[in-house]
């Protein structure tokens, strides 16, 4: 896995997945804050570059919406504004694919009296009734 594999996964662990869960539209990165955490150090410029890449991007449905930066842009003191491309849909559906599964059954359990009704009917056919009962 390349450094900017490595740093884009990190952005979307770190960042990206935890601001769709709280339901952030918005959200910022300082490239010096990855380079610290990652330990990557004289790799400033790989780390402003991943950030900002449209692969980074795409993944995550994000755009850059505002970098703050120092005319050179490549300084640990850079920092990206992204916003959700997404931001109307529930941040629940988005997440990592457990969470996109919650309430995938609903509409079977809804056909099927509810999922307590559900339990309730499996649980009392568990066991194969007693002749002679």
């Known amino acids: 896995m390349s450094n900017a594999d490595k740093i884009r996964l990190y952005g979307r662990k770190r960042y990206v997945l ?17 380079v610290r955490e990652l330990g990557l150090i004289d790799r400033v410029p ?8 449209s692969k980074f991007l795409k993944e995550n449905n994000l755009r850059v919406v505002e970098t703050t930066a120092p005319k ?5 003191t850079v920092v990206y504004t992204y916003e959700f491309v997404d931001a109307n849909s529930s941040p629940a559906i988005q997440g990592d694919a457990w969470t996109r599964l919650h309430g995938v059954l609903k509409g079977v359990f809804d056909e ?3 999922g307590e009704a559900y339990l309730r009917a499996e649980r009392s056919n ?5 002749v002679g009962e």
């Open 46 to 53: 790989a780390v402003c570059s991943a950030l900002k890449t």
């Open 72 to 76: 050179s842009g490549q300084s640990t």
């Open 112 to 114: 099927l009296g509810g």
């Open 18 to 34: 935890s601001a769709r869960n709280r339901g952030d539209k918005r959200f910022s990165i300082q490239v010096g804050d990855v």
């Open 126 to 130: 568990f066991y194969p009734s007693k």
